[in-house]
């Protein structure tokens, strides 16, 4: 009887340790997850008030010591706008290193610290050095460069007005000296032809101002004056690469023979076939308009047709682009100032 009392005994002791350590599981009750988490984020909140309440000291001991210490004149600051403005900031909108910071500063040509500058009023004085560029980068953004030639309207029609009257004369005879382009000098001698095409598009050019200068006061305030002189403007501004390619006689020979061409006819104002070089030039002729001079590995019957000067180069690049529309403008400029004697030669 002794011996099952014991038995029993030892049995009870042992479901009790049981309840007081339960054995390690790999699955947990929901309750128990629920606890754990609820404890964790007890104590991450108790951490970070602690810390708070730390940080909060430690500034109002700076405070304190800051209050003991003399006060230094307002005068001294080498930036005061900055200086009242940096507590408006919090420092961690704008936490960079001070290596980056020096770096930033050099590449804006500005000095990496004033005289008794911190490293906070320095980060400061970088944010508002960036938020100006910023700024006025925001204002010239999405303007073309038509938009552009429209505002600059003006400043160009008063030094056009401010240009000197002798200098003009001068030019013009310079301009007008040259003569009829002779497209013999394509095979011949195509150096000749540089000066010719560029002081003839310049002449050109140079009329087309002036007739935009001698317009009306009252013409030149309407929107349809304002946007022809833009016109103008901006076509003198697309000729630019054209003017030095010509200079440095570094044309291609299909191009230089194309410009050839209508430099003649727009002279001899034959305006329909200045039109058609014109197309030659910028669309090609070819029956694959898009530059394409080898279809195949193998020789075709129809290959010779297919020519290199029979590219398009209008989709060469833009500033290619920009140049053969502005000469298309000049032409129908030099067509309304002079008019053809036949009218079919007209462009449409």
Avoid: C
């Avoid at 909108?93 to 001070?98: G, M, V």
């Avoid at 009829?180 to 009329?207: C, G, Q, S, W």
């Amino acid at each position: 009887m002794d011996g099952l009392l014991a038995e029993v005994a030892a049995k009870r002791k042992a479901i009790s340790d049981d309840q007081l350590n339960p054995k390690p599981s790999k699955y947990m009750r929901r309750g128990e997850l629920e606890r754990l988490r609820e404890e964790q984020e007890r104590k991450e909140k108790a951490e970070k008030e602690a810390e708070n309440t730390a940080e909060k000291q430690r500034k109002e001991e700076l405070v304190r010591k800051a209050s003991k210490a003399p006060s230094r004149p307002a005068s001294y600051s080498p930036n005061p706008e900055i200086r009242e403005g940096a507590s408006l900031i919090p420092e961690s909108s704008f936490n960079i290193s001070n290596e980056e910071t020096i770096r930033r500063l050099r590449s804006k040509g500005q000095p990496i610290r004033l005289f008794a500058e911190s490293d906070k009023d320095r980060r400061l004085r970088l944010r508002a050095l960036e938020l100006i560029e910023e700024k006025g980068h925001d204002k010239q953004a999405g303007q073309n460069d038509f938009k552009k030639a429209l505002e600059d309207v003006e400043s160009v029609e008063r030094e056009l007005k401010n240009k000197n009257s002798k200098g003009k004369k001068k030019g013009e005879v310079e301009l007008a000296g040259e003569g009829v382009l002779d497209l013999d000098l394509v095979k011949t001698d195509p150096d000749k032809l540089y000066p010719i095409i560029y002081y003839a598009l310049k002449r050109v050019l140079n009329e087309w101002g002036e007739a935009m200068d001698e317009r009306p006061e009252h013409v030149k305030r309407t929107t349809q004056g304002k946007l022809a002189a833009a016109t103008q403007v901006q076509s003198a501004e697309y000729l630019k690469p054209l003017f030095k390619t010509l200079r440095s006689r570094s044309l291609p020979p299909d191009m230089l023979a194309r410009m050839s061409e209508i430099v003649h006819h727009m002279q001899k104002r034959q305006y329909q076939k200045a039109n058609d070089s014109y197309l030659r030039l910028s669309i090609g002729n070819a029956p694959w308009p898009i530059g394409v001079t080898m279809v195949g590995i193998h020789e075709r019957s129809a290959r010779e047709k297919i020519s290199s000067d029979q590219v398009a180069h209008v989709l060469n690049d833009e500033v290619s682009r920009k140049y053969i529309q502005s000469l298309k403008r000049l032409l129908t400029f030099s067509q309304t100032k002079y008019p053809p004697e036949d009218v079919s030669q007209l462009m449409g």
